[in-house]
């Protein structure tokens, strides 16, 4: 069973970056990575994927903002987020999607706040 690991997050102030890594415990050469986050009281919802071949797909409220990347040799995915706006405040999850099944991190917090 896939591990993933999340770090990277935390307190950063409106229009400040943090990058995010999910480190997997095996190989994401195959299946689809993902972001997504869960704000206090709202539906967890998604923030952006990328597959297998690289295609990305984002969130419009992130679009021009974040950007995902995966790195298969480092069994790793990234987000870079920059212009952080407080509605960007969650926990963040990763998600991989692989032979039918998903896999998820336990999250990390991103505040963003002044």
């Known amino acids: 069973q896939v591990q993933l690991v999340e770090s990277g997050g935390g307190l950063v102030q409106p229009g400040g970056s943090l990058r995010l890594s999910c480190a997997a415990s095996?190989?994401?050469?195959?299946?689809?990575m993902g972001w997504y986050r869960q704000a206090p009281g709202k539906q967890r919802e998604l923030v952006a994927t990328?597959?297998?071949?690289?295609?990305?797909n984002y969130a419009d409220s992130v679009k021009g903002r974040f950007t995902i990347s995966r790195d298969n040799a480092k069994n790793t995915v990234y987000v870079q987020m920059n212009n952080l706006r407080p509605e960007d405040t969650a926990v963040y999850y990763c998600?991989?999607?692989?032979?039918?099944?998903?896999?998820w991190g336990q999250g990390t917090q991103v505040t963003v706040s002044s």
């Open positions: 998600k991989r999607s692989f032979g039918g099944r998903d896999y």
């Open positions: 095996g190989s994401i050469r195959f299946g689809s």
């Open positions: 990328i597959t297998s071949g690289g295609s990305e």
